[in-house]
Nanobody, 119 residues
Framework: QVQLVESGGGLVQPGGSLSVSCEAS????????MGWYRQAPGKERELVAT??????TNYADSVKGRFTISRERANLVYLQMNSLKPEETAVYYC??????????????WGQGIQVTVSS
């Protein structure tokens, strides 16, 4: 069984910084990509940033230049968020596109972590 465990998050003032992390654990054959999505109240879940096993990154236009996704190792990723805005208050979800075996493909989600930007 493979799972994603998120940590970090919390309350930050507008313009502040926050970091969240996500670690994949369990029977992992290989990791194709990991990333972060967010869902604000009353809105659909949206892409924030992703990183592939090769290190290629992709960001939503709204966070480019302010957020940075990085990897410490293949199964541990970080999202550094700077200059946060109140409208970025949301539940942030880690996503992993993982092979649990050569043939078992998983599109996994973490449990979500609250990020609140407020004074």
């Amino acid at each position: 069984q493979v799972q994603l465990v998120e940590s970090g998050g919390g309350l930050v003032q507008p313009g502040g910084s926050l970091s969240v992390s996500c670690e994949a654990s369990g029977n992992i054959f290989s990791i194709v990509a990991m990333g972060w999505y967010r869902q604000a109240p009353g809105k659909e879940r949206e892409l924030v940033a992703t990183i592939t096993s090769g290190g290629s990154t992709n960001y939503a236009d709204s966070v480019k230049g302010r957020f940075t996704i990085s990897r410490e190792r293949a199964n541990l990723v970080y999202l550094q968020m700077n200059s946060l805005k109140p409208e970025e208050t949301a539940v942030y979800y880690c996503n992993g596109k993982i092979y649990a075996s050569m043939t078992e493909w998983l599109d996994l989600w973490g449990q979500g972590i609250q990020v609140t930007v407020s004074s």
